[in-house]
T-cell receptor
Framework: ETGVTQTPRHLVMGMTNKKSLKCEQHLGHNAMYWYKQSAKKPLELMFVYNFKEQTENNSVPSRFSPECPNSSHLFLHLHTLQPEDSALYLC?????????????FGPGTRLLVL | GDSVTQMEGPVTLSEEAFLTINCTYTATGYPSLFWYVQYPGEGLQLLLKATKADDKGSNKGFEATYRKETTSFHLEKGSVQVSDSAVYFCALLKNQAGTALIFGKGTTLSVSS
């Protein structure tokens, strides 16, 4: 599945570092999402963007900063993270319309904060 | 609030065994229901979906029927293969603007030959 790509696939960073995760969708969708998958916990929604506008922020700490320059690209900027932020970060996209919509996921970035 | 409950895993089966993974949901209105699968080291892949009551989603030999009367969406497969070993997630989506998927905790399936 190459519809949604994410880079890097793996990232190790110290608590004082600044890094960015990138997501790109090639499906012509107009909504993009960031989810966090931690061990032993359900997937948690972080942010939702519709037509480049942020429409949902699920009480995410400010050390995570999303950016959506256009409908095809989504970034997650990271700074001064904590070890408990280590997780798999998944990007998804969908086509917004009235009614059901299917979200398609990228392979994820596995982040380790030391 | 809205929620999804899946059976606790892991589920361990022999090849060609019958699989059932239970999923029930709590939601107002008429959500869409999904099963996603996550293979080791990968992201989530859509397995199947159903958008209204009594719909049956199916893919790769897996099936699930949207049962509104029991608020369930159980996943079944008649004969599992070793390659089906993965984590399976049940999820719901409220059919309104600005909403995201609500996932269950996932059920790990391990199939041995």
């Amino acid at each position: 599945e190459t519809g949604v790509t994410q880079t890097p696939r793996h990232l190790v960073m110290g608590m004082t570092n600044k890094k960015s995760l990138k997501c790109e969708q090639h499906l012509g969708h107009n909504a993009m999402y960031w989810y966090k998958q931690s061990a032993k916990k359900p997937l948690e929604l972080m942010f939702v963007y519709n037509f480049k506008e942020q429409t949902e922020n699920n009480s995410v700490p400010s050390r995570f900063s999303p950016e959506c320059p256009n409908s095809s690209h989504l970034f997650l900027h990271l700074h001064t993270l904590q070890p408990e932020d280590s997780a798999l970060y998944l990007c998804a996209s969908s086509h917004r319309f009235q009614g059901s919509e299917t979200q398609y996921f990228g392979p994820g970035t596995r982040l380790l904060v030391l | 609030g809205d929620s999804v409950t899946q059976m606790e895993g892991p589920v361990t089966l022999s090849e060609e065994a019958f699989l059932t993974i239970n999923c029930t949901y709590t939601a107002t209105g008429y959500p869409s229901l999904f099963w996603y699968v996550q293979y080791p080291g990968e992201g989530l892949q859509l397995l199947l979906k159903a958008t209204k009551a009594d719909d049956k989603g199916s893919n790769k030999g897996f099936e699930a029927t949207y049962r509104k009367e029991t608020t369930s969406f159980h996943l079944e497969k008649g004969s599992v293969q070793v390659s089906d070993s993965a984590v399976y997630f049940c999820a719901l989506l409220k059919n309104q603007a600005g909403t995201a998927l609500i996932f269950g905790k996932g059920t790990t399936l391990s199939v041995s030959s």
